[in-house]
């Protein structure tokens, strides 16, 4: 079809009424970005919106409104929270979430039974709905998965030939879509992240919680509740990564690339030596909204294959920002962070030597406490052990009895076996995510003190492993003194565990503890300073 390009004058919209009354999809322009619009009570309309993006029916869609009184009929109800939250921001980019009426047609809802709503602050846009007399349907002008639109040419790039018109309303405000939260359930849960940022919202509401999708891949199977949540979103054809890290980590980082075809996305104050797109200052999140689509567009122009993110912030509007740009990466990130991994057989000396290192300054990441963290009642790894132990390994308050567990675990190799495959998966991500917010931190080092660091796979995210060995009479009587333990007792713990050369293989760096304390923690600290020297 020849699609038309509007201005905002009497003929544009004319024309954008007559094309949407009849049931055509019209580009318009908001605050947060362009929109591919057409009647939301008309499902033939909405199959048009689907079929012009080429998206997944699947995938709920956001009715945009003229008025803040013209959601009344497209929900069941509206709940006080829910009419403060619009007082306070619409119009506005925030999109809320109640149970929808029957008026809305399933191809809106993605098939739930809830939908979502905004009332956008763009003067264009409300007034093409109020000259319409149109509810209207409107996801990203956009290819499904391509960066969404923030100006009219960037819709005509995608969308000339498959839509009756584009509206031409000059770049948008704000850059990134519109926060949406589910005010169908308690407490109110935020799906995206936008320009209403979760601090702004709780100032009107109280605490709300903030789902897991919107840092992390949407789990296999779960149903999208909102857009941007299910598929691949907002991505170039460019490979992208997001490096995590001190502004000085992601210089040296990306001015290390040197293939063709690779790109920095990075700030305007990076010192960058290698072809790159910027996108905003690095203490500005607006300016990061604004321009990070039309930035992620302009890596395509220039024929870049594999781009090196700078990582936002990720509070306030940084996290909209966060959020867009992890979709775009396909969740890939890479931390800067140099990680050390520190493991030992019980009785060597594994705990001074960490905590020799805390006091000179250096963050250790116990995974001990993270062990302990992961099975917290009604956390996912501790309901995957009551399936596959019972419920007799837990205490009368629902926490994890660790004693009755490890009877059960330990009484068959395969017992032991399936302890380890629910555990240390859960234990190594949550070190992950240590390791991602230390660097978000600015911290450059870490320490991962593992026990089990080989045995869970924990080597795979290190830079170097130390590992803290003694000989085995001067282990046997410190283990024996130190938990009080017989002989008999201390030596059946130390024969549970792995012998010393499976830490000393190669590439490990061996402290040897067969002195006192003093002498482990100069050894220690000698070993870290060579080490920062010369890594």
Not at 370 to 388: D, F, I, Y
Not at 409 to 436: D, M, R, S, V
Request: hydrophobic share 40%; net charge negative.
């Amino acid at each position: 079809m020849n699609t038309l390009l509007l201005q905002p004058n009497e003929e544009g919209f004319s024309q954008a009424k007559t094309n949407l009354t009849l049931g055509r999809v019209v580009a318009i322009p908001t605050e947060t970005v362009y929109g591919l619009a057409a009647n939301a009570l008309n499902p033939d309309a909405v199959a048009a919106i689907f079929a012009a993006k080429g998206r997944p029916m699947d995938n709920p869609l956001i009715v945009h409104i003229g008025d803040i009184q013209d959601w009344d009929y497209l929900v069941t109800h509206i709940p006080e929270n829910a009419k403060k939250l619009a007082e306070a921001y619409w119009p506005g980019p925030l999109t809320i979430i109640l149970p929808a009426s029957d008026k809305v047609p399933k191809e809106v809802t993605g098939g739930l039974d809830t939908v979502a709503v905004r009332f956008p602050a763009n003067l264009i846009a409300q007034a093409i709905i109020l000259r319409s007399k149109l509810p209207l349907a409107a996801p990203s002008a956009n290819l499904s998965g391509s960066p969404s639109p923030t100006n009219a040419a960037r819709v005509m790039e995608d969308m000339n030939g498959r839509i009756a018109a584009v509206m031409d309303g000059g770049p948008c405000d704000f850059g990134v879509e519109s926060t949406v939260i589910d005010m169908s359930r308690t407490p109110p849960r935020l799906l995206r992240p936008g320009g209403i940022t979760p601090e702004m919202i709780e100032e009107v509401i109280g605490p709300i919680e903030i789902d897991p999708a919107v840092t992390h891949a949407l789990q296999e199977g779960a149903v999208a509740a909102s857009p941007g949540m299910k598929y691949k979103h907002y991505a170039p054809k460019a490979e992208i990564h997001i490096v995590k890290g001190t502004p000085a980590a992601y210089a040296e980082f990306v001015n290390k690339q040197k293939e063709e075809g690779v790109f920095a996305l990075c700030f305007e104050e990076d010192s960058v030596e290698i072809p790159s797109i910027t996108y905003g200052k690095r203490e500005d999140p607006l300016s990061q909204a604004q321009q990070l689509f039309d930035a992620l567009r302009q890596l395509d122009e220039q024929g870049a294959k594999t781009v090196y993110a700078a990582c936002p912030n990720s509070t306030g509007v940084g996290l909209a920002v966060y959020n867009r740009l992890l979709r775009a990466a396909g969740f890939r990130v890479i931390n800067t962070i140099k990680v050390v991994g520190l493991t030992g057989p019980t009785g060597a000396g594994k705990t001074t030597v960490a905590n020799t290192w805390r006091l000179m300054g250096i963050l250790v990441i116990d995974t001990d406490a993270l062990a302990r963290q992961v099975v917290e009642p009604g956390s996912s790894c501790l309901n995957a052990l009551v399936t596959a132990f019972s419920s007799e390994i837990l205490n009368e308050d629902g926490s994890l009895n660790r004693a009755a567990l490890a009877n059960k675990a330990f009484a068959t190799p395969e017992g032991a076996a399936t302890l380890n495959a629910i555990t240390h998966p859960a234990i190594l991500a949550l070190t992950q995510q240590k390791l991602e917010e230390a660097a978000d931190q600015g911290h450059t080092v870490a320490v991962v003190d593992a026990p089990l660091l080989f045995e869970a796979g924990f080597d795979a995210i290190c830079h170097h492993v130390v590992a803290v060995t003694a000989d085995r009479e001067t282990r046997l009587a410190r283990i024996m003194a130190r938990d009080n333990l017989t002989e008999e007792v201390a030596k059946r713990r130390m024969n549970a565990q792995q012998p010393d050369d499976f830490y000393c293989r190669a590439g490990v760096s061996v402290i040897h503890n067969d002195g006192d304390q003093p002498t482990l923690i100069r050894n220690a600290q000698q070993w870290w300073t060579r080490w920062w020297c010369n890594k």
